[in-house]
């Protein structure tokens, strides 16, 4: 398997972890209390099923990791995040080399991904509301011939507005949409486990230079 | 006959729905439950419910009724996972009451009524008097 995906899971596992409390605690104010122990249950699945050594590539990884957050994950973002790894997965055919353009084409499907699974815009409250400025921030920086580095720092920079922006608007989509104006003032716990995963890319692009 | 699948987040809430289910069904009919994860966790879990969807179709197709948000979304990835074409046609998801629409649609699918039926009697079931 490639060692840098192999990598990039480990540290996605590894934050999610260390933040298990902090999106459980998030979580609890406007859900159902259980986004960080669900979040942690399926990536560490996940590093179960995957080794170094396994003979994968790129997309059969990326498939594999979706699959397991399907079945192990338990709360909506199961299946929001395994369609958005899967997608990522049908999108990278025959690509062996992780380089900016394939991360921009996983951001982009991954983005898909989830709102074609959840149905949610910009504005709803949820994992959008930070995926979608981070997508469109690295698509952009891309454009402008940015560095991989470059272009992760642009979408963590949007990314970061966007679950400073879940604080000010009423959840319209999961259980928080059951509190209506009373979700206001609490960030999103989605929105926050989306920056944290694009804070464990840019950390394992950083270490590589 | 049509089969049912009742996923919850809750294994026990999904057995116990069946339980109250086959009091007024068939006993031949499949209601299977997909309730929390394997390790018994709450939650939903999108390839138990693929094989429940498996289990549950003898061909006339499979109704499938959720509690809430990941049920519905967990059930729309176990029937996009299948791999028989013509299975993926015949499954439909209600948006009913689980209690009630469980109860309803094992009532119909037991005198044989076809798949849109089945479906289109649950969604009446808001209307319905508990008494």
């Known amino acids: ?209 | 006959m049509v089969g049912l699948v009742i996923v919850s987040h809750s294994r026990m809430l999904a057995e116990g729905v069946v339980e109250l289910a086959y009091e007024m069904a068939d006993k031949a009919l499949h209601i299977i439950p997909a309730g929390g994860l394997e390790d018994g966790s709450i939650g939903t879990d999108a390839l138990r419910i693929m094989e429940a969807l498996l289990v549950a179709d003898t061909g006339d197709g499979v109704l499938v009724l959720g509690d809430m948000g990941s049920s519905i979304l967990s059930t729309q990835i176990a029937i996009d996972l299948l791999e028989d074409e013509a299975l993926k046609q015949r499954v439909k998801i209600s948006h009913a009451s689980l209690v009630e629409g469980a109860i309803i649609a094992a009532i119909q699918a037991s005198i044989g009524d076809p798949l849109d039926e089945v479906f289109n009697a649950t969604l009446q079931v808001s209307s319905f008097s508990k008494l």
Request: net charge neutral.
């Open chain 1, 1 to 209: 398997m490639d060692s840098l995906v192999y990598a990039t899971i480990k540290k996605i596992t590894e934050k999610i972890e260390q933040n298990k409390d902090f999106l459980t605690d998030l979580d609890r104010e406007i859900g159902d209390g259980d986004h960080g122990i669900n979040m942690t249950r399926g990536f560490t699945a996940v590093l179960t099923k995957i080794s170094l050594d396994d003979d994968l590539d790129i997309s059969s990884t990326l498939k594999k990791v979706g699959m397991t957050l399907l079945s192990t994950v338990g709360g909506a973002s199961g299946p929001l995040y395994g369609s958005a790894f899967l997608k990522a997965s049908a999108a990278l055919k025959d690509i062996t080399t992780l380089t900016a353009p394939v991360l921009g084409k996983i951001l982009t499907a991954s983005l898909t991904g989830i709102k074609e699974r959840g149905k949610a815009v910009k504005g709803d409250k949820t994992m959008v509301d930070a995926l979608e400025p981070a997508c469109d921030a690295f698509v952009f920086a891309l454009s402008q011939n940015a560095s991989c580095l470059e272009c992760m720092d642009q979408a963590i920079a949007a990314a970061k507005l966007g679950v400073e922006y879940t604080k000010s608007i009423a959840a319209k989509k999961g259980r928080a949409s059951y509190l209506g104006a009373r979700s206001i003032g609490h960030q999103d716990p989605g929105a926050t486990s989306v920056l944290i995963i694009l804070e464990a890319i840019r950390e394992v692009i950083n270490r590589k230079g």
